[in-house]
């Protein structure tokens, strides 16, 4: 018989063990310790009321909450967060539009990770809201970039709704941002315009930069026209030039953060999508056309584009990597998540950047990029990119009334641009 051992306290001395006793012995531990967990969970959930919280405690010391009207289900690795819009106030009421996840510790309100998703039925009460505003039925999306939001103004019968007043929808932030959705007929042809977008860099995930695409989706919007302002690597490019997207690089999408990080809904598309084609190479034609007809020959090109995290530009080291290693003719801080997740919808897009600035590349020059030449350039092109962008739109829309049936072949092959 094999022995173990183990020590006896009363004389300091070693005493043998059988093995099948120290088996039980282990086994009796490992029991002990799940029935202490499981005890110290039921426990939890017995002193807490409603979302795990208990409201009859004194909401004065902060140590008490009020989670009544939380709207979502949660697991158990989520009961410590409030959904929808709600967030906690320092008296522990619900309240807010930020749909923050907290952890109540005493009297502070403590991030515990991450807010999730929305999920379908959110983002399509969202689309139901627009669509209550308005009686046009639009097929084509725009989304304007810095200095680009003018492009709204295109639009005639327009409805105008504040991001702010949308249900739980983000804010735009930045300069050249208006902020809001315009809803109307751009040469008879109904379109809906947002003026302003989301940044990584405003502190959103990426997935809540996309969400107005899958809300314009579930609208009903099927083409999406994807403006950005950008930065030039090409020392062939000018000021006021516009490059026409044929493929992209994504930093923070390499880095983990894609927008479709999570659960799928399979209703919005499928777990892995590809991007080959993400920029319809049909549209692209049609742009290099129109840009021709318009007397802008000798400034629209077609390139890749890049993008990058922000706040901050590129340094001059950066920029020599991304032109000479990753052969990027344009870096930007949009975009992308937007592209993503409009592939991942079904959805057809053309983008374009407007070169605002030249990327600096030496190390030692004096010159520097800012915010004020990104919109100086948007301003100096508006004439050309109003006429620019109607003639797209009605050229879009003129291929979505001859769009063949999603079951018909043709169909995707037009949605690849072959």
Known sequence: MSYRYRHNPNNNTVLPM??????????????????????????????????????????????????NGCERSHSTDSETSCSSSESLSSNGEVHGNDREIVAIQGDKKTPVGEESPLNYDEIKAIADFLLSKTMYRCQIGIICGSGLSELGNLLE????????????????????????????????????????????????????????????????????????????????????????????????????????????????????????????????????????????????????YCMNGGPVYETP????MLLNTLNINAVGMSTVPEVVVARHCGMLVFAFSLISNKCVMDTDSENSPNHAEVVAACAS??????????????????????????????????LLGK
């Open 157 to 304: 019968n327009r409805t105008t709704i504040h991001y702010e007043d949308i249900p739980h929808f983000p804010v735009s932030t930045v300069v050249g941002h208006k902020g809001q959705m315009v809803i109307g007929l751009l040469k008879n042809v109904p379109v809906v315009c947002m003026q302003g977008r989301f940044h990584p860099y405003e502190g959103y995930p990426t997935w809540k930069c996309a969400l107005p695409v899958r809300v314009l989706h579930l609208m009903g919007v099927k083409s999406l026209i994807i403006s950005n302002a950008a930065g030039s690597l090409m020392s062939d490019h000018r000021v006021g030039d516009i490059m026409i997207i044929k493929d992209h690089i994504s930093m923070p999408g390499l880095a983990g953060r894609s927008p479709l990080v999570g659960s799928n809904d399979n209703r919005f598309g499928t777990r892995f999508p590809s991007m080959q084609g993400a920029y319809n190479k049909k549209y692209r034609e049609y742009a290099l056309k129109i840009g021709e007809e318009i007397g802008l020959k000798d400034n629209i090109h077609e390139g890749v």
């Open 381 to 414: 092109r508006k004439s050309d990119l109003k006429v620019f962008v109607e003639r797209m739109v009605l050229q879009i829309y003129n291929d979505l009334q001859s769009l063949p049936l999603e079951n018909d072949k043709s169909y995707w092959k037009l």
């Open 317 to 320: 080291a950066e920029c020599r």
């Open 18 to 67: 059988t093995e099948d006793k120290f088996f039980i012995g282990v086994i009796v531990g490992f029991l002990a310790k799940c029935g202490a967990d499981f005890i110290d969970r039921i426990w939890t959930k017995m002193t807490k009321s409603d979302r795990f919280c208990d409201s009859s405690s004194d909401s004065s010391n902060n140590k008490g909450c009020n989670w």
